[in-house]
Nanobody, 118 residues
Framework: QVQLVESGGGLVQAGGSLRLSCAAS????????MGWYRQAPGKERELVAT???????NYADSVKGRFTISRDFAKNTVYLQMNSLKPEDTAVYYC????????????WGQGTQVTVSS
């Protein structure tokens, strides 16, 4: 089984910064995409940012210019640097990867809470 372990969530004031980390482990052969989604109370899960094996990145419009996704391929780890945080960024943030094990499949972490106070 592919496991994703997130860390770095917490409580921060508006305008502050947090850095999320997510490490993938397990006997997967290859990872194409890693990224982050988030889900706020009463809302659907939404894409925040993704990072492909070709080093292409994609961001939600709401976080462009404030969040930066990066990846350590050797460690199978993805990071999300979040700056200029806003109360509307409050959500559970889920790490995601698209990896090859028996076949290509999506895997999810358990989520880490990010709370931004005004």
């Amino acid at each position: 089984q592919v496991q994703l372990v997130e860390s770095g969530g917490g409580l921060v004031q508006a305008g502050g910064s947090l850095r999320l980390s997510c490490a993938a482990s397990g006997s997967m052969f290859s990872i194409k995409t890693m990224g982050w989604y988030r889900q706020a109370p009463g809302k659907e899960r939404e894409l925040v940012a993704t990072h492909t094996s070709g080093a292409s990145t994609n961001y939600a419009d709401s976080v462009k210019g404030r969040f930066t996704i990066s990846r350590d391929f050797a460690k199978n780890t993805v990071y999300l640097q979040m700056n200029s945080l806003k109360p509307e960024d409050t959500a559970v943030y889920y790490c995601y990867c698209y990896a090859l094990k028996r076949g290509w499949d999506n895997y999810w972490g358990q989520g880490t809470q990010v709370t931004v106070s005004s």
